[in-house]
């Protein structure tokens, strides 16, 4: 293995010093690069299957609705209390000048970011931890559930991971060298300062970075002089600065954006086991505890060895430590926890997988070619158990328009989820039964009133039910002027997974056979469906007389059904 200057101190450097005939001999094997190539065709599938036909769903709304009621100068200046990610919302913006908007659009920075993170993350770490544990690593990267949904969500989370691990590679990697590193200091600059604006509790991560960075040259002072502190003092000062310039204009103009979803949750013991769970990605207590115990044994050596896995981590325990201390909205559930410290999530993989190759090197303390095949196998097995238990399988059925569904990956653990038992307050209809008669996916199913809550939105169990594809019925511009979840039927939207009924052309164009109206229903207190009940005359005026009806759905048929697609 080549070693420049660049790799003095970092963990690939001694083990090479003092391991040189291991790591030539695993150098030498094919396996390894053959898996690792295996685990990124892998994680490509996964985060591309029926990509663009997902349904836009909860929190992908926050920034739509600012598009739709904001312009850049008021974006620019306002967190909202929803946050959406200002940047997101410049560039959309900017886009929706030029091209129509879709949700495929929305989606292609984060998909992007998330392929780019398979490939980004493991040659960052290659170096330092060596090429097994680096091939598993990636094997757990490309599986992970969260990294999966976050890279195909148009949410912020995708872009911030990788730029938070660039900006402390680049830190850590600034502040070893000697002389030089402009490119370094370029990267460290644009990654800090993109990833803080994106999302305010990845500072946490920078600011430990700039610690675990300091920290030796402090201490190193008396013997090198002030120059290296200088240099790092000036980096920091021109991150802090460009930070300023961005996240104060709408903290000052608009303070009530943060302080109004604070002070509200904080997390607590079940929270930080949700969002473990999360974070492994199995419904299974004993996979959580056995990924728990690799990843502690991994963990100590990593933290002795690579300085870039110290400001991880205490970039983790800072961010926790602002949760805990702004108490944001919904904190207190794992899965929200589990995205404010997302960054620290491919550490947790990371140590898990040297903790199963120091595992495979205690029982082949020779590590030689058949012990290296075997852990190889090992390692498939492990991605393979992990993806049995997790609940993410049911994403790849197929048709499934609603993968984003928060009823999917709000709580891993067997009986936590509240997403079910709050959906079965909905009323069930037979009609989506009758469906499963005919070929899956052979029909296209609108349904109206639309809800971009999840906790308000069946479509899954509906799909499941027919094996029909189901997308949103809106009905702006049809009963009512505008409705929250919806967006109008002009430029710069062009939505290909949902359908107004406004517009007779694009309903033709989309091929829907069926609209279903859900009629209103109490729930609770609540009566589901109140300010669009007066929606059901229009739809019998528009459509006629329904072509099937229950006490829970109408049904319109939009062209006399072809052979093979009636009931």
């Not at 349904?447 to 479509?459: D, Q, R, T």
Request: with cysteine; aromatic share 10%.
């Amino acid at each position: 293995m080549d070693v420049d200057d660049d790799l003095i101190g970092c963990a690939c450097y001694t083990a090479a010093r003092r391991h040189p005939e291991v790591l030539g001999r695993i150098g030498r094997t094919v396996l390894p690069f053959q898996l690792t190539a295996a685990a990124l065709a892998v994680g490509v599938w996964l985060r591309g299957q029926q990509w663009a036909e997902q349904v836009l769903i909860d929190d992908e709304w926050h920034l739509v609705h600012r598009l739709v009621l904001s312009t850049p100068r008021e974006m620019f200046f306002d967190f909202g209390y929803s946050d959406y990610a200002i940047p997101l919302g410049l560039l959309y913006s900017a886009l929706g000048e030029v091209m129509p908007l879709s949700e495929a659009v929305l989606r292609m920075p984060m998909l992007l970011a998330g392929i780019a993170t398979l490939v980004l993350l493991p040659a960052l770490v290659l170096c330092r931890v060596g090429l097994p544990s680096t091939t598993l690593f990636a094997g757990l990267i490309a599986i992970s559930p969260l990294l999966i949904v976050y890279s195909r969500l148009a949410r912020p989370y995708a872009l911030v991971l990788p730029l938070v691990w660039i900006a402390v590679f680049a830190i850590l990697r600034f502040s070893a060298r000697k002389d030089g590193g402009g490119a370094l200091a370029v990267g460290a600059v644009v990654a800090s300062v993109l990833a803080a604006w994106m999302h305010l509790a990845a500072s946490c991560f920078v600011a430990a970075a700039f610690v675990v960075a300091a920290w030796p040259l402090l201490r190193r002072v008396r013997v090198e002089g002030a120059a290296p502190v200088i240099r790092l003092g000036l980096l920091a000062m021109a991150i802090g600065v460009l930070c300023c310039a961005l996240i104060l204009p709408p903290l000052l103009a608009n303070p009530q954006a943060m302080a109004l979803k604070s002070g509200i949750d904080s997390p607590g013991i079940d929270t930080l086991v949700s969002a473990w769970f999360a974070w492994v990605g199995t419904t299974s207590n004993v996979v959580a505890i056995v990924a728990g115990v690799l990843a502690l044994a991994g963990l100590v050596p990593l933290l002795r060895d690579v300085p870039e896995t110290r400001a991880l981590a205490l970039g983790a325990v800072l961010a926790l430590l602002l949760v805990v201390l702004t108490q944001p909205a919904s904190s207190h559930y794992g899965v929200v926890l589990a995205r404010y410290l997302l960054p620290a999530l491919p550490l947790a993989l990371l140590a898990m997988a040297c903790g199963a190759w120091m595992l495979v090197r205690r029982v082949a303390p020779e590590a030689r070619g058949p012990a290296v095949a075997f852990a190889g196998v090992l390692g498939v097995l492990a991605c393979a158990g992990l993806a049995v238990t997790s609940p993410v399988r049911e994403w790849w059925e197929r048709p499934n328009r609603h993968a984003l569904h928060m009823q999917y990956y709000f709580d891993f653990r067997e009986g936590r989820n509240l997403f079910g038992p709050h959906l079965d307050g909905i009323p069930d209809s037979a009609f989506w039964r009758t469906l499963s008669r005919q070929r899956p996916g052979s029909l296209r199913v609108a349904v109206a009133p639309f809800y971009f809550e999840s906790f308000n939105w069946n479509a899954p169990e509906w799909e499941r039910e027919s094996g029909q594809v189901v997308i949103p019925a809106y009905l702006t511009g049809f009963c009512v002027d505008w409705r929250w979840g919806e967006v109008p039927a002009r430029l710069p939207f062009a939505f290909r997974n949902a359908v107004h009924l406004s517009d007779a052309r694009e309903m033709a164009a989309r091929g829907i056979d069926l609209v279903v109206w859900q009629r209103p229903y109490v729930r609770g207190t609540d009566l589901m469906g109140e300010d669009t009940q007066h929606c059901e005359a229009r739809l019998r005026e528009q459509f006629g007389k329904p072509w099937y009806e229950d006490d829970a759905v109408m049904v319109f048929a939009m062209r006399k059904l072809e052979a093979g697609k009636g009931l």
